[in-house]
């Protein structure tokens, strides 16, 4: 059983398009994370969802808005797409926040032409 | 800060051979530290946690030791495997909402 799973795994899209990108945990967690890892795999927090609460908000364009509709889910629309929004996005859930791991999603790789 | 750790340098060592990968932390207050592994193509998978008030914590093949003295943490890896082959990530949590991921380092194993 997939524990976080994220679609789609690939994404190339134009520039200014509007896309979303899908992750599902089954593990039961409490806390979600967005992060996106760049070419040179820098991997940073981009936000963090606690019982479908909003906790972190790193400094992210207001085009990539977060949706979770419930614990289990947790969404990622990008308006207006650039090319500099091309990297990794890697979703990951935690027991909750504190001294806790994270368990990390597949990845999405998305390019943007 | 945000830069945890080093700026992707690379490690290679034989197979079989111990492997250390070290990682440099800048917030004194961090309280809990993380090391992932990622393998190519995939997401970061956690190795071993270790919390503050602890410099030493044993797993199966490898070993965190925190150094809160000079805010530095490693992972060393006992015989290690081309299976270990990948990017290694250490991260700090402070006060339990954000985890700072280091910049990561490259490990090769040859055969």
């Known amino acids: 059983d997939t524990a976080v799973s994220q679609t789609p795994k690939y994404l190339v899209t134009q520039m200014g398009n509007d896309k979303s990108i899908k992750c599902e945990q089954n593990?039961?967690?409490?806390?979600m994370y967005w992060y996106k890892q760049d070419s040179k795999k820098f991997l940073k927090i981009m936000f963090s969802?606690?019982?479908?609460?909003?906790?972190i908000n790193e400094t992210v364009p207001n085009r990539f808005s977060p949706k979770s509709p419930d614990k289990a889910h947790l969404n990622l629309h990008i308006n207006s797409l650039e090319l500099g929004d091309s990297a990794v996005y890697f979703c990951?859930?935690?027991?909750?926040?504190?001294?806790?791991?994270?368990?990390f999603g597949p990845g999405t790789r998305l390019t943007v032409t | 800060g945000e830069n945890v750790g080093l700026h992707l340098p690379t490690l290679s060592v034989q197979e079989g051979d111990n492997s250390i990968i070290n990682c440099a932390y800048s917030?004194?207050?961090?309280?809990?530290f993380i090391w992932y592994k990622q393998e190519s193509g995939k997401g970061p998978q956690f190795i071993i946690d270790?919390?503050?008030?602890?410099d030493k914590r044993q797993g199966q093949r490898v070993t965190v030791l925190l150094n809160k003295t000079v805010k530095h943490l490693s992972l060393q890896i006992a015989a290690t495997q081309p299976g270990d082959s990948a990017v290694y990530f250490c991260?700090?949590?402070?006060?339990?909402?954000?985890?700072?991921f280091g910049a990561g380092t490259r490990l090769f194993v040859k055969a």
């Open positions: 969802y606690n019982n479908k609460e909003l906790i």
């Open positions: 990951a859930s935690s027991q909750g926040t504190g001294f806790y791991e994270q368990y």
């Open positions: 991260a700090e949590n402070t006060g339990g909402f954000k985890t700072i």
């Open positions: 270790i919390r503050s008030n602890m």
């Open positions: 917030n004194s207050a961090s309280d809990y």
């Open positions: 593990l039961g967690h409490d806390t």
